[in-house]
C-alpha cells in the first residue's frame, strides 16, 4: 500500500513495502526527484538498508549456531511495514521481528520509520529498538536515488555533485563489494564532483571522513538541487549504473558492508550500534528539495 504525505510546496509517497520513499514532487515545477524503479536498471527508489549494509562476506553469516542466508542490504526493504500513525505531513511506518525475520535473522527488534514534511525539507527518521533479552547488534543505512534529469530541457551532464566545503575525499577500496584494508583519493581539493558518463563504471564510491554537512546533486544553469544533510554519518556513498546514469544515489551509512577477511559470526560484522534490552539507537537523513 502506498501512502501520501503533502504540504504546499512537496508531495510525498511512501510505500508499506520496506516504508520506502518512492516518489517526490515538487509542486512549484512538478519535478519527480525520486527514480521510479525501472527493473531493467534498477527496481528499488530509496531503500532503507536493514539490518545490514552492502554485502556479506561468502554471502552469509553464523549467528546462535545456525547459518544464514545474507542477501545485498539486508531484508528491511522487502518486507511490509505496519503502518503506525498518520497526518497530512507525516508517516510512521513500523517493522517488527516476526516468525518470517527470525527464520532470516535471529533477533528481536523494532524499526520505526517515520517521515515529515517541513517546508522544502523531508526528513526520515530511523529509530531501532531492542525489545529482547540480548544484546542487539545491527547494520543501517540510507539508499535514495535521485531522478535525472530533472526536465526534457536538461541532460545527465547538466548536473554535478557538491559539497559544502572544499574536500580531499578518502575512499575505501571495496572489491567485489567487500571492505579491504585499502583506501584511495576520489580527488583533491575540491568541492564539487562532476558526473561523467564513466564515473560509476566501477560501482560506488564509499566515502569517509568527509568534513561537509551537506552533499548535493545540482543543476549547473539554475537554482534546483536536492541536498541530503550528511552530517554525523561516518561513511556516504555515491552510486549509480554505468553510462550515462537516469539517477544518482546519495547514501549515508551508519554502517560497512563486510570485510573480506571477515569470520563467519554475526559478532564479528560491521554494526552502526550495539543495544542492551531496552535500549534504542536514532538516526536521520533530511533531503532539501531546492527552488
Not at 545456525?66 to 539486508?74: F, I, L, N, S, V
Not at 583533491?188 to 564510491?205: A, G, I, P, W
Not at 534490552?277 to 527552488?291: I, V
Amino acid at each position: 500500500m502506498e501512502y501520501l504525505i503533502e504540504n504546499t510546496l512537496l508531495q510525498a509517497r511512501i510505500s508499506s513495502r520496506g516504508a520506502e520513499l518512492v516518489s517526490l514532487v515538487c509542486k512549484a515545477d512538478g519535478v519527480e526527484h525520486i527514480w521510479q524503479g525501472n527493473p531493467a536498471v534498477w527496481k528499488y527508489h530509496a531503500p532503507i538498508l536493514f539490518p545490514w549494509c552492502g554485502k556479506q562476506v561468502g554471502g552469509s553469516f553464523t549467528a546462535k549456531g545456525k547459518r544464514y542466508e545474507a542477501p545485498q542490504h539486508g531484508f528491511g526493504r522487502n518486507l511490509e511495514h505496519r503502518l503506525v500513525s498518520r497526518s497530512d505531513t507525516e508517516l510512521v511506518l513500523a517493522l517488527e521481528s516476526s516468525p518470517e525475520t527470525l527464520a532470516r535473522w535471529p533477533y528481536a527488534f523494532r524499526l520505526v520509520s517515520s517521515y515529515r514534511l517541513e517546508g522544502d525539507r523531508l526528513h526520515h527518521s530511523l529509530r531501532v529498538e531492542n525489545p529482547g533479552e540480548e544484546t542487539l547488534r545491527f547494520g543501517i543505512g540510507y539508499h535514495p536515488g535521485f531522478a535525472l534529469p530533472f526536465d526534457e530541457k536538461h541532460c545527465y551532464e547538466d548536473y554535478e555533485l557538491r559539497f559544502d566545503r572544499e574536500e580531499s575525499p578518502l575512499c575505501l577500496s571495496t572489491p567485489a563489494g567487500l571492505v579491504t584494508d585499502k583506501t584511495y583519493k576520489l580527488g583533491k581539493c575540491m568541492d564539487r564532483v562532476v558526473l561523467t558518463e564513466h564515473l560509476f563504471d566501477n560501482d560506488s564510491y564509499c566515502m569517509i571522513g568527509l568534513h561537509s554537512s551537506t552533499l548535493g546533486l545540482y543543476e549547473k544553469d539554475s537554482g534546483r538541487a536536492v541536498v541530503c544533510e550528511i552530517s554525523g554519518f561516518p561513511y556516504c556513498l555515491i552510486w549509480s549504473a554505468p553510462g550515462r546514469p537516469q539517477y544518482v544515489c546519495i547514501e549515508p551509512w551508519h554502517s560497512l558492508p563486510s570485510f573480506a577477511d571477515d569470520g563467519d559470526a554475526w559478532e564479528q560484522r560491521a554494526c552502526a550500534a550495539r543495544l542492551s534490552p531496552g535500549e534504542h539507537w536514532e538516526t536521520c537523513l533530511t533531503m532539501q528539495f531546492k527552488r
